[in-house]
C-alpha cells in the first residue's frame, strides 16, 4: 500500500513467500530497480516496526525444534530475510536458542539465493558434505536451492497447493 497498490489477499502475497523481495516486486508489479528498492525499504520500515512482532510460529514447532535438539541434531535456518531480522525474529518468539546457524541474505539483497545459503551452512559446520542433510521449506525457491546444494528437501506445504513443487 505505501507504493499505491490496492490491499492485496492472502492467496495474492503469498506469492511473496521465497523469492527475494526484489525479484517480487519486479515480478509481480512490474517495479523497475529504483521503485523495486523503493518498495523493499518500505517492507523494511515496517517489517522492522511491526512485522517481525506479528510473526508466530506454527503449533508444535518449539517442541519439534527442541526434540530435534535434544536427540543431538544441528538445526539452522537458511533465510532470504535480512539475517539480523531473521535473529530479532527468533528472539521475538523465544526460539533462537533452538538454532545452531542462522544464515540470511544482506541489506541489499546480496547472497539471498537459497543454494548459496545453504552451502554456506555446510561450510560454516564444517561438514565433509551434504550428506544427510535435510532443508525444509515452504516455497519452489527452497525446494531448488536444496536440489542445487545436493540435499533433501522437506515441502512444508500448510495450506498450499503442491503444484508449486512440481518440477
Known amino acids: 500500500r505505501a ?10 502475497l503469498m506469492r511473496f513467500v521465497g523469492p527475494t523481495l526484489w525479484f517480487s516486486f519486479g515480478a509481480f508489479y512490474g517495479y523497475d ?4 528498492n523503493q518498495a523493499v525499504a518500505a517492507y523494511r520500515e515496517y517489517y522492522h516496526q511491526k512485522g517481525i512482532y506479528e510473526a508466530c510460529l506454527y503449533d508444535g514447532m518449539k517442541d519439534l525444534l ?10 539452522a535456518i537458511a533465510s532470504a530475510k ?10 521475538y518468539l523465544e526460539a533462537a536458542e533452538l538454532f545452531d546457524v542462522v544464515m540470511g541474505s544482506n541489506p541489499d539483497g546480496s547472497h539471498s539465493d ?3 545459503l545453504i552451502r554456506e551452512i555446510v561450510e560454516e559446520l564444517r561438514l565433509p558434505s551434504p550428506e544427510g542433510i535435510v532443508f525444509i521449506g515452504d516455497s519452489r525457491t527452497d525446494a531448488v536451492g536444496a536440489k542445487g546444494a545436493g540435499v533433501d528437501f522437506i515441502a512444508a506445504l500448510y495450506d498450499r ?7
Open 3 to 12: 507504493m499505491g497498490e490496492p490491499k492485496q489477499s492472502k492467496e495474492a
Open 33 to 36: 530497480e529504483e521503485k523495486q
Open 66 to 75: 527442541r526434540s530435534l535438539k535434544e536427540e543431538g541434531k544441528t538445526v
Open 82 to 91: 535480512v539475517a539480523d531480522s531473521v535473529r530479532t525474529a527468533l528472539e
Open 114 to 116: 537459497k543454494e548459496t
Open 161 to 167: 497447493d503442491r503444484s508449486e513443487f512440481d518440477g
